[in-house]
């Protein structure tokens, strides 16, 4: 079982649409949680962090983070074709070595 | 917002040159790193750094060997290049007091011949 999974995708969502990322970690001691975009033949540009259970909302992104069930999720509303993109869950260790663990991308394609 | 930069951008080698790929930052984060990452696939990281004069191997294995002499410098070095390092390598730091968000440097596409 990898440390980070991710549902490789692709995952396909009309213009307008909601779009349902979705990452799940195995170290329950878990403590900080990010979410990268990164266009194809560019660097991860981080979208959002979270630390506490529940939402937060930044704009048309919304993290959720559930620590009992080791999952976090990324909503994208009123999706554009600017968002296709492949999205980065990424997990700090609860070893406190600061190395984040990345699963491995879900490619999101926005269709006009 | 990140400050952090890498040269160059792009290089094409030749095999059993040896390169120097720089990354540095003005942010003053004492931890850095360096990942691999082929095209379409996942990131993988190679070192990384907790401050001055501290190196670790990162989860993969790497030819390649970096140096910490000053905090916002950590140039990555092959003194032989092979093919098989064609790939992109990104530079990343990070803060602690920031909860350990990392930024991302724009990366260098390193091609072999």
């Known amino acids: 079982q990898k440390e980070v999974e991710q549902n490789s995708g692709p995952l396909s969502v009309p213009e307008g649409a909601i779009a349902s990322l979705n990452c799940t970690y195995s170290d329950r001691g878990s403590q900080s949680f990010f979410w990268y975009r990164q266009y194809s033949g560019k660097s991860p540009e981080l979208i959002m962090s979270i630390y506490s259970n529940g939402d937060k909302e930044d704009g048309r992104f919304t993290a959720q983070l559930n620590k009992a069930s080791q999952y976090v999720s990324l909503l994208i509303r009123d999706s554009q074709p600017s968002d296709s993109a492949t999205y980065l869950c990424a997990v700090v260790g609860s070893g406190n070595t600061g190395k984040l663990i990345f699963g491995q991308g879900t490619t999101l394609q926005v269709k006009p | 917002e990140a400050d952090i930069y890498q040269t160059p951008r792009y290089l094409v080698i030749g095999t059993g040159k040896k390169i120097t790929l720089e990354c540095s930052q003005t942010?003053?984060?004492?931890?850095m790193y360096w990942y691999q990452q082929d095209p379409g696939m996942e990131l993988h990281l190679i070192h990384y750094?907790?401050?001055?004069?501290?190196?670790e191997k990162g989860d993969l294995s790497s030819e390649s060997t970096v140096s910490r002499i000053r905090t916002e410098h950590f140039p990555l070095t092959l003194e032989s290049a092979r093919p098989s390092h064609t790939s992109q390598y990104l530079c990343a730091s990070s803060d602690p007091r920031g909860l350990e968000t990392q930024y991302f440097g724009p990366g260098t596409r390193l091609l072999v011949l």
């Open positions: 750094s907790y401050g001055v004069n501290s190196t």
């Open positions: 942010m003053g984060h004492d931890k």
